[in-house]
């Protein structure tokens, strides 16, 4: 039945931001066979960077997971946009990488990185489950808190 995926977002309050344009020389998404290659999202809504900063310093475990399920979001909006609108054709998301903007000592980026990995199960149900690298960096583009890659197996 079209349209499942979207009724469930529905359902659940959870509304999709606008795609975001790419900060650099990179487009936001490669299709190759049936394999989306999603480049690095950003906690961003509404046009601008939503939680800047490092865990372990100015920013809290809360905030940091926040900022983790909105670029999950931003990853399920483009993954939307590879897919024609549909996200059905979504079969499986296969792997997320999840970088932490964090203090040498921080040693939390998987609980981190759960905002993202939580929000995927939360709307993909048993096709959200997926491999995973949380790891944590000394900086990120804009000092945003978080960034997230995906790849997603499409129909």
């Known amino acids: 039945m079209a349209g499942q995926i979207e009724a469930r977002l529905k359902e659940k309050g959870i509304e999709l931001p606008a ?5 650099g020389s990179y487009v936001p998404y490669i299709i190759s066979g049936n394999l989306v290659f999603l480049s ?13 900063g490092k865990l372990g310093q100015d920013v809290s475990l809360e905030e940091g997971q926040k900022a983790a399920r909105l670029c999950g979001l931003n990853l399920i909006a483009q993954v939307r946009e590879a897919c024609g609108g549909d996200l059905d054709r979504v079969k499986r998301v296969v792997k997320l990488g999840g970088f932490v903007n964090a203090t040498p000592d ?5 609980k981190v990185v ?19 690298a ?10 945003v808190a978080v960034e997230i ?7």
């Open 19 to 23: 795609v975001s344009k790419p900060q």
């Open 40 to 52: 690095g999202q950003l906690p961003m809504a509404d046009g601008e960077i939503k939680v800047k």
């Open 114 to 132: 759960n905002g993202c990995s939580d929000l995927m199960a939360e709307v993909f149900g048993d096709r959200g489950q997926h491999a995973r």
């Open 106 to 110: 921080y040693t939390d980026q998987p």
């Open 149 to 155: 890659e995906g790849i997603f197996e499409i129909e």
């Open 134 to 143: 949380a790891v944590g960096v000394g900086s990120l583009p804009l000092n």
